[in-house]
């Protein structure tokens, strides 16, 4: 038996073969037995997209480890691949000497044809460089479920947890995990029980028959911190913090949303929190979904609402009023591939532009990004606290690697690590010998108060249209517009000074400064690490930014921005910083793989 620092397991078939539930149970059961992880589910960007086709074809890889972990691995050890079409979607991303698991009862002629194979690819040269096990998973499953009362079909449904058992020998996985979430999920179906856990069994002894699997490997636990740990995904984080965050501040938490991929798992999740005061609306459109939100905001409450890329162009006009409100209001844009319906499924950094402008007029708003999944619940909390204690529209840049991604995440003593976020409420008692200003502002943070409709001696108008300094009131005057334009600029730039300083990861001069933001961290970081004279810059707060920029940019020969569009943040910072920054993009709705990053790299240390 070998033991190795980590293995990349990608399982792949069609949307019905279980393939994301196999892969999270193997992701579960490895955190469970100490490795540190990182997994990416690929969903097929179409909704019912034909069997046995590659545009069907849905994945689910996971990176495991005993070391650092902090993407889902450049390229598979093992592919485990249920039809032709997903051996045809992933062939091309294996390296040579990989372990491919074949599901040799789905390799027929039509399937061949429906994945865009003449022939059978088992008898041409594409598999000669790998391992391959030609598996009778759907056959043996059944075989193996003979005795169980179960029609066919679900007894075939089954052999995800055969292919599971598989790999759980190949990588000496604990089964017990998983025989215990079976019984869990199937509480009161003994048959149902009884078939997954058999079948579970059986794809493990049969990997121990077979001398095709070779040599069975070990991964140690990581060195971790001690604490309480559970797998998080980004879009759950970032429900909890919001959750955490509104309970900081003492008040509710409303959030009004309307379903799009890949944002509605975060509406999913906080309609489960009713306890926590949490109120959440499905509303009609995006419109009325951001709307509401603002309502809320109005009426005290948290104002929350969760997009993609669509459904924030859609909402920019509203997010706009919000601006001219000053009210806090925090929007959550999970980007994926665009423009337009674009790539619904995969993921892309290329709303940065839209979020600092994409709005009529001068309407500056805070934006900022999480780095990784377990991020996701602090920059929530940080997105909140900027909202409600300057009074603004906050935009939080997710993306849909970091929302369906996930990773072990020590949970926080919240009471220990979390400061209290302070509210602008006003006190109405303060205005009983005085007239209320809605607009008139504290030095320090140019930030209003916030008074509630209803509240005793606050009656105050808001609307879209230009502000009179301090009163509030409907103004065309062409002085006055000017001044109020800059306030709310200078309003948001002044949070500069309520963001921490940038740090460094690495030495804080050198040769190469790379930067970037979102969900490319994990890469980078990763990359960065291979040299001893690069340095990494990972930007989470995008508008304003971090005050310490200017001086970390002078310290480094050359500054390399990676990002997942056109150079965006790389345009961005030559507008704010008289630097030659230079870019490294990528648009295919792919993550970075660290190689490519580290090739990148080397190519301009030899330049040099």
């Given at each position: 038996?070998?033991?190795?620092?980590?293995?990349?397991?990608?399982?792949?078939?069609?949307?019905?073969?279980?393939?994301?539930?196999?892969g999270t149970q193997f992701s579960d059961t490895s955190a469970f037995m100490g490795n540190d992880i990182s997994t990416f589910p690929d969903f097929p960007a179409e909704i019912r997209a034909p069997q046995g086709t590659v545009a069907g074809v849905s994945g689910f890889q996971v990176n495991f480890g005993s070391n650092e972990i902090t993407t889902p691995g450049d390229t598979p050890d093992v592919l485990v691949?249920?039809?032709?079409?997903?051996?045809?979607?992933?062939?091309?991303d294996l390296k040579k000497g990989s372990t491919i698991i074949l599901n040799k009862d789905a390799f027929t002629s039509l399937n061949f044809k429906k994945a865009g194979y003449e022939v059978d690819p088992r008898e041409t040269h594409l598999l000669e460089d790998y391992n391959v096990i030609d598996a009778s998973i759907t056959n043996q499953t059944k075989e193996a479920l003979e005795e169980i009362d179960l029609?066919?079909?679900?007894?075939?449904?089954?052999?995800?947890?055969?292919?599971?058992?598989?790999?759980?020998?190949?990588?000496?996985?604990?089964?017990?995990?998983?025989?215990?979430?079976?019984?869990?999920?199937?509480?009161?179906?003994?048959?149902?029980?009884?078939?997954?856990?058999?079948?579970?069994?059986?794809?493990?002894?049969?990997?121990?028959?077979?001398?095709?699997?070779?040599?069975?490997?070990?991964?140690?636990?990581?060195?971790?911190?001690?604490?309480?740990y559970r797998q998080i995904n980004g879009n759950t984080a970032l429900s909890l913090g919001f959750v955490m965050a509104a309970q900081k501040a003492g008040i509710n938490l409303f959030l009004g949303s309307y379903p799009i991929t890949p944002a509605s798992d975060i509406l999913h999740e906080l309609s489960k929190h009713k306890n926590f005061g949490v109120k959440t609306f499905q509303a009609e459109d995006e419109?009325?979904?951001?709307?509401?939100?603002?309502?809320?905001?109005?009426?005290?409450?948290?104002?929350?609402?969760?997009?993609?890329?669509?459904?924030?162009?859609?909402?920019?006009?509203?997010?706009?009023?919000?601006?001219?409100?000053?009210?806090?209001?925090?929007?959550?844009?999970?980007?994926?591939?665009?423009?337009?319906?674009?790539?619904?499924?995969?993921?892309?950094?290329?709303?940065?532009?839209?979020?600092?402008?994409?709005?009529?007029?001068?309407?500056?708003?805070?934006?900022?990004?999480?780095?990784?999944?377990?991020?996701?619940?602090?920059?929530?909390?940080?997105?909140?606290?900027?909202?409600?204690?300057?009074?603004?529209?906050?935009?939080?840049?997710?993306?849909?690697?970091?929302?369906?991604?996930?990773?072990?995440?020590?949970?926080?003593?919240?009471?220990?690590?979390?400061?209290?976020?302070?509210?602008?409420?006003?006190?109405?008692?303060?205005?009983?010998?005085?007239?209320?200003?809605?607009?008139?502002?504290?030095?320090?943070?140019?930030?209003?108060?916030?008074?509630?409709?209803?509240?005793?001696?606050?009656?105050?108008?808001?609307?879209?249209?230009?502000?009179?300094?301090?009163?509030?009131?409907?103004?065309?005057?062409?002085?006055?517009?000017?001044?109020?334009?800059?306030?709310?600029?200078?309003?948001?730039?002044?949070?500069?000074?309520?963001?921490?300083?940038?740090?460094?990861?690495?030495?804080?001069?050198?040769?190469?400064?790379?930067?970037?933001?979102?969900?490319?961290?994990?890469?980078?970081?990763?990359?960065?690490?291979?040299?001893?004279?690069?340095?990494?810059?990972?930007?989470?707060?995008?508008?304003?930014?971090?005050?310490?920029?200017?001086?970390?940019?002078?310290?480094?020969?050359?500054?390399?921005?990676?990002?997942?569009?056109?150079?965006?943040?790389?345009?961005?910072?030559?507008?704010?910083?008289?630097?030659?920054?230079?870019?490294?993009?990528?648009?295919?709705?792919?993550?970075?793989?660290?190689?490519?990053?580290?090739?990148?790299?080397?190519?301009?240390?030899?330049?040099?």
């Amino acid at each position: 038996m070998q033991s190795v620092d980590n293995v990349v397991i990608r399982f792949s078939g069609d949307s019905g073969d279980g393939m994301q539930l196999t892969g999270t149970q193997f992701s579960d059961t490895s955190a469970f037995m100490g490795n540190d992880i990182s997994t990416f589910p690929d969903f097929p960007a179409e909704i019912r997209a034909p069997q046995g086709t590659v545009a069907g074809v849905s994945g689910f890889q996971v990176n495991f480890g005993s070391n650092e972990i902090t993407t889902p691995g450049d390229t598979p050890d093992v592919l485990v691949a249920m039809n032709p079409a997903a051996l045809k979607a992933n062939l091309s991303d294996l390296k040579k000497g990989s372990t491919i698991i074949l599901n040799k009862d789905a390799f027929t002629s039509l399937n061949f044809k429906k994945a865009g194979y003449e022939v059978d690819p088992r008898e041409t040269h594409l598999l000669e460089d790998y391992n391959v096990i030609d598996a009778s998973i759907t056959n043996q499953t059944k075989e193996a479920l003979e005795e169980i009362d179960l029609d066919t079909k679900l007894k075939t449904r089954c052999k995800n947890f055969y292919a599971l058992g598989m790999t759980y020998y190949m990588y000496s996985r604990d089964l017990e995990p998983t025989k215990d979430w079976i019984k869990q999920k199937f509480l009161g179906k003994d048959n149902i029980i009884e078939a997954n856990t058999k079948a579970l069994e059986a794809g493990y002894n049969y990997a121990d028959t077979i001398e095709a699997i070779g040599d069975r490997y070990t991964v140690d636990k990581a060195a971790i911190d001690k604490g309480l740990y559970r797998q998080i995904n980004g879009n759950t984080a970032l429900s909890l913090g919001f959750v955490m965050a509104a309970q900081k501040a003492g008040i509710n938490l409303f959030l009004g949303s309307y379903p799009i991929t890949p944002a509605s798992d975060i509406l999913h999740e906080l309609s489960k929190h009713k306890n926590f005061g949490v109120k959440t609306f499905q509303a009609e459109d995006e419109i009325a979904a951001v709307c509401s939100a603002i309502g809320a905001s109005f009426g005290g409450a948290l104002g929350l609402t969760t997009s993609s890329g669509p459904g924030i162009a859609l909402k920019g006009e509203a997010i706009g009023l919000a601006m001219m409100y000053e009210l806090p209001l925090v929007i959550v844009d999970v980007q994926r591939g665009g423009p337009s319906t674009g790539l619904p499924t995969k993921t892309e950094q290329s709303d940065l532009n839209m979020a600092i402008n994409g709005r009529n007029g001068e309407s500056p708003v805070v934006v900022v990004a999480p780095s990784r999944p377990t991020d996701c619940f602090h920059m929530a909390y940080e997105a909140s606290r900027l909202a409600l204690e300057h009074m603004t529209p906050v935009i939080v840049l997710s993306d849909g690697y970091i929302a369906n991604g996930s990773e072990p995440w020590k949970i926080p003593n919240v009471d220990s690590e979390y400061k209290n976020i302070k509210t602008n409420f006003v006190n109405p008692d303060d205005y009983k010998e005085e007239t209320y200003l809605a607009y008139k502002r504290g030095e320090e943070k140019l930030v209003r108060s916030w008074a509630i409709p209803g509240m005793e001696n606050t009656m105050h108008r808001l609307g879209g249209l230009e502000k009179e300094e301090n009163t509030g009131n409907v103004s065309y005057d062409p002085a006055n517009h000017q001044k109020m334009v800059d306030i709310r600029q200078d309003k948001i730039e002044k949070i500069a000074n309520y963001i921490p300083n940038q740090e460094v990861e690495g030495s804080d001069s050198g040769d190469i400064l790379i930067v970037s933001w979102g969900g490319t961290y994990g890469a980078t970081h990763q990359a960065v690490k291979e040299f001893d004279n690069v340095s990494l810059m990972h930007i989470k707060y995008l508008n304003p930014m971090p005050k310490n920029l200017d001086e970390i940019f002078s310290k480094f020969k050359r500054i390399v921005v990676c990002e997942l569009n056109k150079g965006q943040l790389r345009n961005l910072l030559a507008t704010k910083y008289n630097y030659n920054f230079e870019s490294y993009t990528k648009v295919q709705g792919k993550p970075f793989q660290i190689r490519e990053l580290t090739g990148m790299i080397s190519k301009k240390l030899e330049e040099a």
